[in-house]
């Protein structure tokens, strides 16, 4: 399907990486959005701003607070901008997939110095930690691996070149 440019002229179909970074977007938007959602977040009337006191629950499973969807609204809304272009397509997936790496480690240590979560900003539980390790690296796949030749002229990519 053709793409209308500012211009009037259309260009060919997004690039997969965009559409895997629009998709991808409007999943952390709609999870933000069911976070605050009573019954699809169990135990509502527990939900605090931060920290692991938080005992609410989304889809009964994954602990969440106010601070946790609103992460995940902002993440959704950031993914949203950048992927109207190739390559802040991949710095969100890439670049995410490695934030969300990164909170996976957080969500061990965390468990491992202090179980019961005294400083864990960011409610996260072991349901909360398996789906960070699925993400960080299905992210960071769709970014590194999507369209190596999108917006390149039909050229082989060059990483470099996307700075």
Known sequence: MARATRDGRTTGARPRVQLAALVVAGVFLLIGV??????????????????????AKLLGLFQVSILHNVVHLLFGLA????ARSVAGARVFLAGGGAVYLALWLYGLVIEAINPAGGANILPVNDADNWLHLALGFGMLALGLLLSDRAGTGGRLDNPAARL
Not at 43 to 52: I, K, M, N, V
Not at 79 to 82: A, D, R, T
């Open 34 to 55: 069911l976070g605050f959602v009573p019954g699809i977040t169990t135990d509502y009337g527990h939900l605090r701003f931060a920290g692991h006191h938080s005992e």
């Open 79 to 82: 993914g949203l901008v950048l």
